[in-house]
């Protein structure tokens, strides 16, 4: 049943309409979108390109005392086609494909 649930429509249903954007500051990042949202890898978004993503391994590499004075900028690496979907893209497979790599940022 959940399975036809998401087969009607694209995965930007399921997307957030705030996207992390290169100059956000790590502290921001951990507590908006990792703590508030259990995201492991994020795509980083300026204007309507798609530069590259985030992930919380990336962010475990700086110390946590440094977070403010970071940005994601400086951890932005770059997508791959395997974790990489256009906004139209059916959501079961793109979850379907999630799946089989191991869930989100891996």
């Given at each position: 049943m959940v399975q036809e649930l998401l087969r009607r429509g694209p995965i930007s249903r399921m997307m957030t309409l705030d996207p992390v954007t290169p100059d956000l500051p790590l502290r921001?990042?951990?507590d908006d979108y990792i703590y508030g949202h259990h995201f492991?890898?994020?795509p980083?978004?300026?204007g309507?390109?798609?530069l590259g993503c985030v992930t919380?391994?990336?962010v475990r590499e700086i110390p946590?005392?440094?977070w403010r004075r970071r940005?994601?900028?400086e951890l932005l690496r770059p997508a791959s086609p395997d974790n990489s979907f256009s906004i139209d893209s059916d959501s079961a497979l793109v979850?379907?494909?999630i799946s089989r790599l191991g869930g989100p940022g891996k």
């Open positions: 921001q990042l951990v492991r890898m994020l980083v978004v300026e309507d390109r798609m919380l391994q990336y946590r005392a440094r940005s994601v900028r979850l379907s494909r």
